[in-house]
């Protein structure tokens, strides 16, 4: 079974501040991960995912298969981040796993 | 380009009441899916469809049927609802089973 765990509702940071939203996960092959991302009154969207290996709006997240995580990254987070992140993994022939979330607010 | 269009955006039913709610795609994607969205649980799926005429069961299928008649269009349907359906559901579609997955605006739906 596939399981995707973030380990924080609620993340609260201030704007110029580095962000780390955590997500470990459970597979036992060679899983493809995501973040996708939900802003206010906006569709959830993909933010990146590992294959990629690429940095959008700041973000990078790295696979980590020693510590099974996939941790997303910011350096100096803006208030423009403010949403809801989803950890997300796929597993051989199964579908899409998302964690259940962690609420992102950057205060000015 | 509309990209995935949800029907209807909000609706209230009263608990045993039956309702359907439409997932339309026109990119031409194979997979479409339905999610539900409710608080501290995160994005859990219903059921899925990896091609016209075929649908599966997800990780929380009990009470909810589906049908892909037409590639573009993903039919998720409540034959007697119930209060635990209250939720938001999203749909969303892909060009394959890993890539990258595009979602409605969601259809918000609350049983009393």
């Known amino acids: 079974a596939q399981r995707v765990t973030q380990p924080e509702k609620l993340l609260s940071v201030f704007k110029g501040a580095p962000v780390e939203l955590k997500c470990n996960y459970s597979?036992?092959?060679?899983?493809?991960l995501f973040w996708y991302v939900q802003y206010s009154r906006q569709r959830l969207q993909l933010l990146l995912r590992h294959i990629s290996r690429e940095s959008i709006k700041g973000f990078t997240a790295d696979l980590n298969k020693g510590e099974t995580s996939f941790h997303l990254k910011k350096p100096f987070a803006q208030e423009e981040d403010s949403a809801m992140y989803y950890c997300?993994?796929?597993?051989?022939?199964?579908?899409?796993?998302f964690g259940k979330g962690t609420m992102l607010l950057v205060s000015p | 380009n509309a990209g995935v269009t949800q029907t209807p955006k909000f609706r209230v039913l009263k608990t045993g009441q039956s309702m359907t709610l439409l997932c339309a795609q026109d990119?031409?994607?194979?997979?479409m899916y339905w999610y539900r969205q409710d608080p501290g649980m995160g994005l859990r799926l219903i059921h899925y469809s990896v091609g016209e005429g075929t649908t599966a069961k997800g990780e929380v299928p009990d009470g909810y049927n589906v049908s892909r008649l037409k590639k573009q269009n993903f039919l998720l349907g409540l034959e007697s609802a119930a209060p635990s359906q209250t939720s938001v559901y999203f749909c969303?579609?892909?060009?394959?089973?890993?890539?990258?997955?595009?979602f409605g605006e969601g259809s918000r739906l609350t049983v009393l």
């Open positions: 990119m031409n994607h194979e997979y």
């Open positions: 997300a993994l796929i597993g051989g022939y199964s579908t899409l796993t």
């Open positions: 969303a579609s892909s060009w394959t089973a890993t890539g990258e997955l595009f």
């Open positions: 597979y036992s092959g060679s899983p493809e």
